[in-house]
């Protein structure tokens, strides 16, 4: 790509001048300004390229600038750029056919959303209305979105600050093996405790005040923790005997981005509802939504839903979804997402870990990985401690520096890098970037006790 400083330092004073950015203190960050995109990599306006590692905020399933998904915006643009929601609409209809097809079992209605937040606030809606009931149960671990509910059902610090003590969610542990909050030493046993946990939990909250329990099917941005086998078998059971709306939120794990359409299917579970968003259209026009079973449904037949949003199904993004869809379809990007994971990304990372005192454990599947650095192999004591700033975060701000001073673009939370690059990376584009970890990695192990 040809280098236009000046046209950077504009984009980027403009930038600091007037944007307000999330999640940042805002005198504090340095956003890079990035010029242009495709498929797997983006550029800065010097002409550097980065391998992008993150998928944007891992939605860019089918990479950046796919031509036939940006040739449908352009088409849906030229044909009907805008409805109200309360038409039937072509790109609408369309999509919500396409992504009822493909999400498990009876999820066949679909609610649109402009993205995962709001799937979630309308998910717990649904739930309390159908269930007459207040609570809901929701994992530490987790992130769920930024919105009033969103946020409260969020596990991870960023709630801290919004959380309004009212919002009846309680927070349960999740299994995790490798950080067990059950001191199990088995994936069996890690599973049968953590189902006896919530089971102990709703008993002691009373069973008839839980509309919902809400899990990230492979919870994401808080670490990809793939669940053992039986425990979502076991929480579908629970719900069942308790009246309970199982939702799953598939924002992150949904379309392609585990080796299938949506992660349930790895576990032969079918939630009462399912949240997307990000990956439907590869984030091309904000979109999300929740897919909704029969049941459900029938709640709101005769029953006005009280909930919508202006923007709901908005042309654009359907037509964006319907390409998306297509594309994946077309090109098998699901299963190259499975593939790129068992050929090259597992392999590789394990192979690194070998080698990095500092990455404590290589876990995930399909474009969907996580390194969990530590300070101590032994202890398994975080590189950083949780939820560090400043100072305290040096190791990690140092191996993000090392990756992106070699042109990759990592993702970094907490002490985790997660590689979740593009669906259908390459094998060499993957491999180019374990070879950056690998030099960056060696930067984090300076800073093993
Ligand atoms: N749910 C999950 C599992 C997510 O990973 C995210 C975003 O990262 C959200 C919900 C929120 O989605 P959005 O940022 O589109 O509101």
Not at 262 to 275: C, N, Q, S, Y
Not at 348 to 358: K, M, V
Not at 363 to 369: Q, S, T
Request: glycine share 10%.
């Amino acid at each position: 790509p040809p280098a236009d400083t000046r046209a950077g330092a504009a984009v980027k004073a403009a930038d600091r001048a007037h944007v307000f950015h999330s999640w940042s203190a805002q005198g504090l960050i340095d956003p890079l300004a990035v010029a242009g995109a495709e498929g797997s990599y983006f550029w800065d306006y010097d002409g550097k390229r980065y391998l992008d590692f993150t998928s944007g905020l891992v939605f860019t399933n089918i990479g950046y600038q796919h031509p036939r998904v940006v040739a449908a915006i352009q088409e849906q643009a030229g044909k009907l750029t805008t409805f109200a929601p309360a038409f039937a609409i072509e790109a609408r209809s369309e999509a919500a056919r396409l992504i009822a097809e493909r999400t498990p079992g009876d999820l066949d209605k679909i609610f649109f959303t402009n993205g995962g937040a709001e799937a979630i606030e309308n998910a717990v809606r649904m739930a309390r209305l159908h269930t007459g009931r207040p609570k809901v149960l929701s994992a530490y671990r987790s992130y769920h979105g930024g919105t009033a509910t969103a946020i409260n059902v969020t596990g991870d610090p960023r709630r801290w600050p919004s959380d309004s003590g009212t919002s009846g969610v309680v927070h349960f542990w999740a299994p995790f093996l490798y950080r067990t909050p059950f001191y199990a030493t088995t994936e069996a046993e890690e599973a049968e405790r953590a189902l006896r946990h919530l089971e102990d939990t709703i008993a002691f909250e009373g069973p008839g005040t839980v509309a919902a329990i809400v899990l990230e099917t492979i919870p994401g941005t808080a670490g990809i923790m793939v669940p053992p086998p039986g425990y979502l078998a076991g929480v579908r059971e629970i719900c069942d005997r308790y009246g309970i709306v199982f939702v799953l939120d598939e924002v992150m794990s949904g379309f392609g981005r585990t080796g299938k359409w949506f992660a349930a299917e790895h576990f032969d579970v079918v939630p009462d509802l399912l949240t997307f968003a990000k990956g439907v259209n590869s984030g091309y026009v904000p979109l999300g939504g929740v897919a909704i079973s029969a049941g459900i449904a029938a709640t709101f037949e005769t029953r006005p839903y009280p909930g919508g949003l202006t923007y709901s199904g908005h042309p654009l993004a359907c037509a964006a979804a319907v390409a998306t869809i297509g594309v994946m379809a077309d090109e098998g990007v699901v299963e190259q997402a499975a593939r790129i994971g068992e050929d090259v990304i597992g392999p590789g990372l394990r192979e690194l870990a070998e080698r990095h005192p500092s990455v404590g454990e290589v876990r995930g599947l399909g474009a969907f990985w996580a390194l969990d650095l530590v300070r101590d192999p032994a202890t398994r004591e975080p590189l950083v401690p949780y939820n560090a700033t400043g100072e305290a975060n040096a190791p990690m701000a140092a191996f993000a520096a090392a990756c992106k001073a070699r042109g990759l673009w990592p993702f970094v939370n907490m002490n985790r890098t997660h590689v979740v690059p593009p669906c259908n990376i390459s094998q060499a584009e993957a491999k180019e970037g374990l070879a950056v970890l690998d030099e960056a990695l060696s930067v984090a192990d300076g800073f093993l006790a």
